[in-house]
T-cell receptor, first 114, second 115 residues
Framework: NAGVTQTPKFQVLKTGQSMTLQCAQD?????MYWYRQDPGMGLRLIYY???????DKGEVPNGYNVSRLNKREFSLRLESAAPSQTSVYFC?????????????FGPGTRLLVL | KNEVEQSPQNLTAQEGEFITINCSYS?????LHWLQQHPGGGIVSLFM???GKKKHGRLIATINIQEKHSSLHITASHPRDSAVYIC?????????????????FGKGTHLIIQP
């Protein structure tokens, strides 16, 4: 199993450009998440998807859109990038079994918006 | 608003020392996670707790639900334990805005173990 994979690993954008961050998991998990991590702050939830075909806003959704294309893939789109979106983005999936939950994180995407 | 506070923010210790990292939170929760983030950036799940205590190798995690507090202990610390340790909680449904899913994270504790 590859676990949770993310592409790209690094990206530099100019203000106003758009891009899509890709995330996939091969563990058959229903729940998937997008977080951002900024210096001096904890990870913050951008969007999540409880199951295929559903998505919901998290704590910091402004400036982002998401698509849960199928059970494996959950993409994050920046329509018009802004310097404030410079961050490290983590995709995660979650499994709940016998009242125990485990979070699996992707390796992260470092995004710099100039 | 749910707050997750970790202490200390930074900790430097000598190899072999017993390490304690603390986490306090402000709302009812259904789960608490301890995560490890290495300098390369990857995040790995160490423990999920809903009550009591768990042990995995040299790592021990405890939680006191009544006091809204958890601790992560590392025994016989080693330089390879150097990392950022992150506490994260999943609020009870009643605190989660009626459905918002996802964890609330502390800012992390940066641990350095010197040889």
């Amino acid at each position: 199993n590859a676990g949770v994979t993310q592409t790209p690993k690094f990206q530099v954008l100019k203000t106003g450009q758009s891009m899509t961050l890709q995330c996939a998991q091969d563990m058959n998990h229903n729940s998937m998440y997008w977080y951002r991590q900024d210096p001096g702050m904890g990870l913050r939830l951008i969007y999540y998807s409880a199951s295929e075909g559903t998505t919901d806003k998290g704590e910091v959704p402004n400036g982002y859109n998401v698509s849960r294309l199928n059970k494996r893939e959950f993409s994050l789109r920046l329509e018009s990038a802004a310097p404030s979106q410079t961050s490290v983005y983590f995709c995660a999936s979650r499994v709940l079994a016998f009242r125990e939950e485990t979070q699996y994180f992707g390796p992260g995407t470092r995004l710099l918006v100039l | 608003k749910n707050e997750v506070e970790q202490s200390p923010q930074n900790l430097t210790a000598q190899e072999g020392e017993f390490i304690t990292i603390n986490c306090s939170y402000s709302v009812g929760i259904s789960a608490l996670h301890w995560l490890q983030q290495h300098p390369g950036g990857g995040i790995v799940s160490l423990f999920m707790l809903s009550s009591g205590k768990k042990k995995h190798g040299r790592l021990i995690a405890t939680i006191n639900i009544q006091e809204k507090h958890s601790s992560l202990h590392i025994t016989a610390s080693h330089p390879r334990d150097s990392a950022v340790y992150i506490c994260a909680v999943r609020p009870d449904y009643s605190y989660s805005g009626g459905g918002a899913d996802g964890l609330t994270f502390g800012k992390g504790t940066h641990l350095i173990i010197q040889p």
